[in-house]
């Protein structure tokens, strides 16, 4: 992480709740937040971040906990391979594990190690960082509360890999217990595309995705997703419970994994671009609490 990026967390995290959160509306959209009337996607993630009673998701972004409730929901054939859960980095014996695994903290996101080769792997930095994890208070960052009250501790699940030679995100957006649309993004550590598609399944060539540091294709992507009709049945039965949340899998080899629930997509400072798709797809989300009753 560079300099600037590290100071504008830290900044963020010390600031109050609603400043923060026009700040990060702000550097992303480069408009002002306006909580009174919220039209876009953004605004309405800041309005859900102050007043969706986001504390009350913690066993859903869990990276463990989770797993219950998906193995309750649809079952545990949709969940990646867990090598072990672990309360602190002197817990981890390396020895014992294959030689390619992923590391990951339970609570937050981008808290990720991901090991190709074990013998290539610098045990002592992973060590250093995920220690970093385990005292880090990510809900403080960018005033997601969802992941106040996670524990911190450190999850080994299987390495997975698709055809692409990595592993792409198939994330899908739901809206009252519907999916609305979803978003493939492919080489996500080296040169991060995303497609965006209608729930139908038809392409959307003309909209972007995931952050200013993304970008389309360019031309129809050459996968074809065959697994729709059971990732739309898996959506919806996932997110029953919500108002409004992003649901990850990954498919290997044709199966459907399961990655995690997202419920303020990108902090709400990445807008989807062109603006117009971005206030269609927020016009659906309601100003309540996430969490149904």
Known sequence: MNLIKKSYRKILSVLPDKLANGIIFFR??????????????GEKIQWLKMYGKLEELGQYVDKYEVRQFVEDTVG????????????SVEEIDFDMLPNRFVIKCTNGSQAVIICKDKSKLDIEKAKKEINKWIRGEFYKIKKEYQYKNVKNRIIIEEYLEDESGDLRDYKFYCIDG???????FSDRFTDKTTDMYDKEGNWLPDILNGGPNSKIKGKKPPHKLENLDELMSISRKLAKLFT?????????EGKVYFGELTFTDGAGGEPIKPLEFDRELASNIKLEPILKK
């Open 76 to 87: 545990k054939e949709y969940l990646v391979n867990m090598f072990g859960i672990y309360n």
């Open 28 to 41: 992303g959209y480069k408009k002002i937040m306006n909580l009174k009337n919220p039209i876009y996607m």
């Open 178 to 184: 519907e999916p609305y649309c979803y978003s493939v």
């Open 244 to 252: 409004f949340v992003r649901i990850d899998f990954y498919i290997v």
